[in-house]
């Protein structure tokens, strides 16, 4: 099946530093991928939709200034949480839309910790 | 707008047990909807799906689902429980098989040996 790989897996760092997030299709071209945070034992929420060569769209309430996301190629989309606090520790988890196939495949997430 | 409702934030059955998460939605035009589940520090794994073809949609794992507009429901079974059924399960919604996903908030299912 199609893999959607995102890393770094976990990362750890600390306040008011700048962390990267990357969200990659591996057997597939993906023009259209999204971004959901996800806090402990709650759902995934929708923090906006990467799509390539053109400015994300923010669901309302998510900072993008504080949420920087580049889509420069049809296989890779990234995610900066920018000024890291530790109330932006979460876990965030990307999916990705298989142009041809028009299906959605998701990532294994990335739990940042923000000391 | 869309939304979807999961009925129990918890569901607790026995092994070999039937298990039933409930899943109602709220849409404006015939919604797409979805069942996936996730592991413990793990991204979604897709379990079945209604794209407006059969009523009846079977997944993997012997999941099953089907979709009821009278009630706008989407419930999620399964005949026999495994103790691998544990985890947490979610609903969701789309205006389109690629689209955008609204997540319910999910149910957390446990099987007793």
């Known amino acids: 099946g199609a893999v959607v790989s995102q890393h770094p897996s976990r990362v750890i760092c600390k306040s008011g530093t700048s962390v990267k997030i990357e969200c990659r299709s591996l057997?597939?071209?993906?023009?259209?991928m999204f971004w959901y945070r996800q806090f402990p034992k709650q759902s995934l929420m929708l923090m906006a939709t990467?799509?390539?060569?053109?400015?994300?769209?923010?669901e309302q309430g998510v900072e993008k200034d504080k949420f920087l996301i580049n889509h420069a190629s049809l296989t890779l989309s990234t995610l900066t949480v920018t000024s890291a606090h530790p109330e932006d520790s979460s876990f965030y988890i990307c999916?990705?839309?298989?142009?041809?196939?028009?299906?959605?495949?998701f990532g294994e997430g990335s739990r940042l910790t923000v000391l | 707008a869309q939304s979807v409702t999961q009925l129990g934030s918890h569901v607790s059955v026995s092994e070999g047990a039937l298990v039933l998460l409930r899943c109602n939605y709220s849409?404006?035009?015939?919604?797409?909807l979805f069942w996936y589940v996730q592991y413990p520090n793990q991204g979604l794994q897709l379990l079945l799906k209604?794209?407006?073809?059969?009523?009846l949609v079977k997944g993997i794992n012997g999941f099953e689902a089907e979709f009821k507009k009278s009630e706008t429901s989407f419930h999620l079974t399964k005949p026999s429980a495994h103790m691998s059924d544990a985890a947490e399960y979610f609903c969701?919604?789309?205006?389109?098989?690629?689209?955008?996903?609204?997540f319910g908030q999910g149910t957390e299912l446990s099987v007793k040996p």
């Open positions: 999916s990705a839309r298989d142009s041809g196939r028009g299906e959605l495949f």
């Open positions: 057997d597939f071209q993906a023009t259209t």
């Open positions: 990467s799509n390539e060569g053109s400015k994300a769209t923010y």
């Open positions: 849409s404006s035009v015939p919604p797409y």
């Open positions: 209604y794209t407006s073809a059969a009523t």
């Open positions: 969701a919604v789309s205006y389109n098989q690629g689209g955008k996903l609204i």
